[in-house]
């Protein structure tokens, strides 16, 4: 096999859920770790580093990954990609130092904001290159460079917290950890992909930049309006009730990552084979597709939501402390908004691969005053529980306009095919 020969989706997806998994696994650990030998304050200063830094990332990055990987005629180079990234992370480290600036935050919360913000950008950088190799269906790479960068980050940072019994040195161990592996292993793997070292050097071409940024413009506003609307929730927590319920509701909520894994693992790797089967106006194949990954997600949420009404109490014991068990009926509710979500995913990549890029910035609008309004009525009413309604409510609009916008694509597809014929 030659090194750049495409995998099937069968081997992509084994590759893409093992590699995710480990790498959830050591993202939950690093939750535990500060659970465990930190506090809740703690778990609440990391989770709110990752809510302040993740909607700025998320619009400057404008999901250039997606793009790439469904860029079934290859439109731009990788060079235009990387050019484009590296302006979008320079101008997200600014702001994320300006919003922590206007915030006010305490010194070494901020501290912890802008370290964050730090190790971001250089997963900003990985993610370009991952979006090269998804491009040529290898997350075989994908998957090795994220079973390393799981294991590493955990180490370093759980030595940072044990050792210094600080969660700053932790969170350096973390930065050193993401740009080890961005230096180490990914920028090799986009040399090899294209060939020749030049090939992965940024480019700046005006009319082309400019092309391409209007283009993803609409998908990272939509990106950050998703990250806004997981992040809303955190946001009203920390104002109404502080750091430690904050680390609470975010070590509770990590645990739907379980089912995000399988989510992620498909819908990266089926990303491409939906672009194609669209492009070509193959609407029979993309139907059944999506359909299939729809099932799996329903299936996915119900077991999630069984496990949480069973064992809630004692997994939480378990893997947290005595402290965090007293919240299983929160444990529940997130385990719904996740069996939502997971269908709500897999009709986004739909529609991503569709090509269906700006109607999604009006519909997360939608999504995210949902959750706003919702947070501002039931939060204060209910606690910890308002904020876990709140996403089911944003769900549920989520899947209701992805699902027309779905539909209506394929119409629209099978109305073309019918001229053409």
């Known amino acids: ?179 080890l592996v961005l230096l180490a292993y990914d920028i090799r793997n986009g040399v090899l992909i294209l060939n020749h070292k030049s090939q992965v050097l940024p480019q700046w071409h005006l009319q082309t930049q400019r092309k391409l940024l209007w283009l993803c413009l609409p998908l990272g506003l939509v990106m950050m309006l998703i990250s806004l609307n997981t992040n809303i929730p955190r946001y009203f927590i920390e104002q109404y009730l502080g750091e430690r319920e904050l680390g609470i509701f975010a070590a509770i909520a990590y645990l739907m990552i379980a089912g995000n894994m399988v989510v992620s693992a498909l819908g990266e790797s089926a990303s491409p084979k939906l672009a194609k089967y669209y492009a070509t106006g193959n609407g029979v194949a993309f139907r059944t597709l999506i359909f299939k990954l729809l099932g799996i997600a329903t299936l996915i949420g119900g077991v999630g939501v069984l496990v949480a009404l069973i064992g809630g109490r004692q997994i939480l014991t378990l893997l947290y402390q005595a402290e965090y068990a007293e919240h299983s009926n929160l444990f529940v509710w997130l385990m719904v908004a996740a069996g939502i979500g997971y269908v709500a995913s897999f009709l986004g990549y739909g529609m991503t691969a569709a090509r269906y890029f700006r109607v999604q910035m009006p519909l997360f609008v939608a999504v995210v005053s949902t959750s706003a309004i919702a947070c501002l009525w039931l939060l204060p009413k209910l606690g910890l529980l308002g904020a876990a309604i709140a996403l089911i409510m944003a769900a549920i609009v989520q899947v209701g306009i992805s699902l027309g916008v779905v539909i209506y694509a394929l119409q629209k597809l099978e109305r073309y095919t019918t001229k053409q014929e």
């Not at 590296?86 to 919360?109: H, M």
């Open 1 to 179: 096999m030659q090194k750049t020969q495409p995998l099937t989706l069968r081997r992509n997806f084994s590759w893409t859920f093992i590699g995710n998994a480990v790498y959830a696994a050591c993202q939950w650990g690093i939750l535990v770790v500060l659970a465990k030998f930190g506090s809740p304050e703690m778990v609440g200063q990391f989770t709110l580093g990752l809510a302040v830094t993740a909607p700025i990332i998320m619009f400057t990055n404008l999901q250039l990954r997606v793009v790439q990987a469904t860029d079934a005629r290859k439109e731009y180079l990788f060079r235009d990609y990387l050019g484009l990234r590296l302006l979008g992370t320079g101008l997200a480290l600014v702001a994320i130092a300006i919003v922590t600036w206007l915030a006010r935050y305490r010194w070494e919360t901020s501290l912890v904001i802008l370290l964050i913000g730090l190790a971001k950008a250089f997963e900003s950088m990985t993610d370009v290159f991952h979006g090269l190799l998804q491009q040529h269906e290898r997350m075989d790479r994908i998957a090795t460079s994220l079973m390393i960068k799981g294991p590493l980050s955990l180490l370093l940072l759980g030595m940072g917290v044990y050792l210094s019994g600080n969660i700053i040195w932790g969170v350096l161990g973390l930065v050193c950890a993401w740009a």
